[in-house]
Structure formats: structure tokens, C-alpha cells
T-cell receptor, first 117, second 108 residues
Framework: DTGVSQDPRHKITKRGQNVTFRCDPI?????LYWYRQTLGQGPEFLTY????????KSRLLSDRFSAERPKGSFSTLEIQRTEQGDSAMYLC???????????????FGPGTRLTVL | KNEVEQSPQNLTAQEGEFITINCSYS?????LHWLQQHPGGGIVSLFM???GKKKHGRLIATINIQEKHSSLHITASHPRDSAVYIC??????????FGAGTTVTVRA
């Protein structure tokens, strides 16, 4: 059973460019979360999917941010017209409702570090 | 004010010392998590608590629901324990609120 994977691990872009990150959760995990972590801080909640439905989107996510989980498996997070303030680590996590596991235990991916120049 | 406060922010210990990290929260929760983050970003779940105490190897986590407080203890600390330890609380069905983390450095 592989863990949560994220791609790319690092992304350097120029201000104004669009970027897209991918998260592959643990197989058959129906819950998927995106977080953002800036240097020296704990992660902050961005958005949550249960299967393919996006159930909450944080106020932190401006209209430049969009996330999808089209088939209830992998998810993408897109940032349009990037700004220097978007520089952060973007973390994905997944968990499962299935019997035998506690949905509250989230498994984190290694993160995508975004640097906007 | 953050819903989850951790102390200390940084901690340096000599190998073998007993380490305590504290976490206080101000909201109702269904569970509290202690997480470990190594340089490079990966986060690993250490404990999930809703009451009492849990122990895993040299790590012990306790929670006092009435006082809205939790502690993470590391006994006989080792340089490989050097990491950022993050307290997070489950407020509702899915949302985690995180503390800022405690950076632990254990010197040989």
C-alpha cells in the first residue's frame, strides 16, 4: 500500500504564471484534504473533498485557486496568476471512512514546495 | 489568537534528556493529534487522543479535556528525535486546526 504522493515536489515559477499540483491519495481513501504551510507555521486548511464532492473551501483560497477531484481518486490544485505570497508548501492528505480505520487519522503526502519569484 | 497554541516554540536538549511539549486549545474538539514533521516536509501522525494517555516506544501523549490541554513527552531523547512536533485538533467532521509547531533539536 503506497502512501500519499504529490507531484511535483518542487516548483519555481514567475509571478503571474499558472501552476498545477497533483495529489494521489492512498488507494480507496475517500477523503482528501489540501493544506498550505508557510515557513515556521503549522499547516492551514484549504479545502476538503469527500469522494468527488468539494465540501468546503477555506476563505484563504481566493478565486485564483481551484481544486478538483474529478473521479474521486487523484486531486489537482491550480493557482492562477501566482503571487509572491503564494510561496509555501502545499500539503495533501487523505483518510478513509471504511471500516477498520478511523477517518480522523490523516495520511500526509510529502508536499509540493512552491516558490514564486 | 490561534485556536491551538504550542509551547515552547523551540527546544534544545542533550541526548538522554526528558522532553515535554505543551499544547493548549480553545475550541471544542473530537480528537487531538500529535504530528511529527522532518525537514523536507513529510508529516507523520504520532498519536490521536480523545482522552487519557497513550504510549508508543519512548513517546507519551496525554490529554486533559476539561483543561483543554495536551502534552507530548519524549523520554531518553535521541538525535533522531530532532524534528518539528505539531499539535492539531479535530473540530468537526473533517477540519484540522494546527498549532505552529515546536522545533526540537537533540544534541549528541
Amino acid at each position: 500500500d503506497t502512501g500519499v504522493s504529490q507531484d511535483p515536489r518542487h516548483k519555481i515559477t514567475k509571478r503571474g504564471q499558472n501552476v498545477t499540483f497533483r495529489c494521489d491519495p492512498i488507494s480507496e481513501h475517500n477523503r482528501l484534504y489540501w493544506y498550505r504551510q508557510t515557513l515556521g507555521q503549522g499547516p492551514e486548511f484549504l479545502t476538503y473533498f469527500q469522494n468527488e464532492a468539494q465540501l468546503e473551501k477555506s476563505r484563504l483560497l481566493s478565486d485564483r485557486f481551484s481544486a478538483e477531484r474529478p473521479k474521486g481518486s487523484f486531486s489537482t490544485l491550480e493557482i492562477q496568476r501566482t503571487e509572491q505570497g503564494d510561496s509555501a508548501m502545499y500539503l495533501c492528505a487523505s483518510s478513509s471512512d471504511s471500516s477498520g480505520g478511523d477517518w480522523r487519522t490523516q495520511y500526509f503526502g510529502p508536499g509540493t514546495r512552491l516558490t514564486v519569484l | 489568537k490561534n485556536e491551538v497554541e504550542q509551547s515552547p516554540q523551540n527546544l534544545t536538549a542533550q541526548e538522554g534528556e526528558f522532553i515535554t511539549i505543551n499544547c493548549s486549545y480553545s475550541v471544542g474538539i473530537s480528537a487531538l493529534h500529535w504530528l511529527q514533521q522532518h525537514p523536507g516536509g513529510g508529516i507523520v501522525s504520532l498519536f490521536m487522543l480523545s482522552s487519557g494517555k497513550k504510549k508508543h516506544g519512548r513517546l507519551i501523549a496525554t490529554i486533559n479535556i476539561q483543561e483543554k490541554h495536551s502534552s507530548l513527552h519524549i523520554t531518553a531523547s535521541h538525535p533522531r528525535d530532532s524534528a518539528v512536533y505539531i499539535c492539531a485538533v479535530h473540530r468537526n467532521d473533517y477540519k484540522l486546526s494546527f498549532g505552529a509547531g515546536t522545533t526540537v533539536t537533540v544534541r549528541a
